[in-house]
Every structure is written in C-alpha cells, then in structure tokens.
Nanobody, 125 residues
Framework: QVQLVESGGGLVQAGGSLRLSCLAS????????MGWFRQAPGKEREFITR????????YYADAVQGRFTISRDNAKNTVYLQMNSLKSEDTAVYYC??????????????????WGQGTQVTVSS
C-alpha cells in the first residue's frame, strides 16, 4: 500500500519557520518526482515545489522562491519542505505528492499519482 504521510504542520507567527516532512512508503520512489502543493480555503490547489529523487533537481513557484527549500533523504524515503519567512498568505493545507514525471505538477488541476493526507500550516500576523 502506497502512502505519503506528512508531518510538521502547525501554528507559527509571521516571519517564523516550519519544516514539513513527507515519508513515502509502499513502493520504490527512486524514479518519481516528489513535490508539495498547498490549498487555502476557497482556493484551488496550488503547486509549490518539486524535486527529483535522482539528481535532486528542484523547481519552485514564484510565490515561495527564496523562502522555501525542498530536499530529500533517499535513505529515509523522506522529502522535506523548509519554510522560512512565513507570511499570513502561506496559511493552507500542505500536501505531499509523487508522480512519475514532472509534467503532472504543472497541470491544472494537477495530475499526480499519489497524494498525502495533508497537514495544516497556519501563519498568524
């Protein structure tokens, strides 16, 4: 059974930091692209960032470029999202995602094979 399990969400003040984790299990993800999306109330799910398991190539949405960093630990089958300089507009449910290719991340709506259950991030101003 394939699972993506997020953790690390919570309440933080504006300007603060959080680190989200996504533990992947149930299959080999070495050929997959991993990434993060977020969804605020009343809004569509929004792409944030993605990373390849092999090579660690990354890509970021403009809204988080320079503030968020995605990384992965292959030995732990875990992908991380380090979020710095958080703003109130970063408040959302954050979802981990896995897909065989990067193209699905750019689709609207996103076409991703696996999703995590989401973790809430709330930034107070």
């Amino acid at each position: 059974q394939v699972q993506l399990v997020e953790s690390g969400g919570g309440l933080v003040q504006a300007g603060g930091s959080l680190r989200l984790s996504c533990l992947a299990s149930g299959r080999t993800f070495s050929s997959y692209v991993m990434g993060w999306f977020r969804q605020a109330p009343g809004k569509e799910r929004e792409f944030i960032t993605r990373i390849t398991w092999i090579g660690g190539r990354t890509y970021y949405a403009d809204a988080v470029q320079g503030r968020f960093t995605i990384s992965r630990d292959n030995a732990k089958n875990t992908v991380y999202l380090q979020m710095n300089s958080l703003k109130s507009e970063d408040t959302a449910v954050y979802y981990c995602a896995a897909n065989p290719s990067s193209s699905g991340f750019a689709s609207s709506p996103p076409r991703v094979e696996y999703w995590g259950q989401g973790t809430q991030v709330t930034v107070s101003s």
